[in-house]
Nanobody, 119 residues
Framework: QVQLVESGGGWVQPGGSLRLSCAAS????????MAWYRQAPGKQREMVAL???????TYADSVKGRFTISRDNAKSTVYLQMNSLKPEDTAVYYC?????????????WGQGTQVTVSS
């Protein structure tokens, strides 16, 4: 059974920092790409950052230079370090993994963690 459990969200003032964690179970973590998505009220869910099994990273333009995704295969955990936070970063942040199944794939999401940036 695949489980993704996020933690680390909360309220922070503009310019502040937060670190999100996502602990994965039920998967061979080191063999999978992992990603963070976010969804703000009234908006579509969007990819924030992705890290491949080979540690390559990709970021949304809106967070480049401010957010850093990393992974610890020994702990089956992916992180999102968020610095210089802006009010527009306010959203529910989700951990995501896509697993191959037969000729297709299944998508798995965590329960989400709320990040609120306001003064």
């Amino acid at each position: 059974q695949v489980q993704l459990v996020e933690s680390g969200g909360g309220w922070v003032q503009p310019g502040g920092s937060l670190r999100l964690s996502c602990a994965a179970s039920g998967i061979i973590f080191r063999l999978n790409n992992m990603a963070w998505y976010r969804q703000a009220p009234g908006k579509q869910r969007e990819m924030v950052a992705l890290i491949t099994l080979g540690y390559s990273t990709t970021y949304a333009d809106s967070v480049k230079g401010r957010f850093t995704i990393s992974r610890d295969n020994a702990k089956s955990t992916v992180y999102l370090q968020m610095n210089s936070l802006k009010p527009e970063d306010t959203a529910v942040y989700y951990c995501y993994v896509r697993l191959p199944v037969g000729g297709g794939a299944n998508d798995y999401w965590g329960q989400g963690t709320q990040v609120t940036v306001s003064s």
